[in-house]
């Protein structure tokens, strides 16, 4: 009983003295410019059933919706790197599953980096793949 009780104040005086040492740290500017971004007309999205295999590449415009089984998508908007059309997409999905009130997922998806901000479902897949340029 006698340990447990100087090991818990020996941890509760060097939780006291680490929390005196840690300054607050001043927030970074950023050091690289991030490149204007284009808004397009539409965009391409990539869904893939896990049960089956199947893929489907849908080719949404802003703010039409389309789908594959029990899922929905619908794009909300796509924006690429104006001085690299064909280098990125950032793609702003609603998705919904079944006729599910709340969507399972909503928000950006970038093409470059689909597991940074993905889709959770047991089911299905989706990433975003490109914008439609003119």
Known sequence: ??????????????????QEAIAPLEPLEPTV????ATIAAGGVVRVLDKSS???????????QTG?????TVT?????????????????????HYRDATDPVFAGWM???SPA???MDHPR???????CSTS
Do not use: K
């Open 116 to 118: 940074l901000n993905a």
């Open 67 to 71: 789908s594959m089984g029990a899922l």
């Open 75 to 95: 794009l909300d908007e796509c924006r690429y790197p104006t001085s690299n059309p064909s280098g990125d997409a950032f793609e702003h999905l609603t998705i």
């Open 53 to 63: 295999g199947e893929t489907l590449d849908l080719e949404l415009q802003a703010g």
């Open 1 to 18: 009983m006698m340990r447990i009780l100087v090991v818990a104040l020996l941890c509760q005086g060097s939780m006291a003295m680490a």
């Open 124 to 130: 299905y897949d989706v990433w975003a793949l490109r």
């Open 33 to 36: 410019a991030l490149p204007d």
């Open 110 to 112: 970038i093409a470059s």
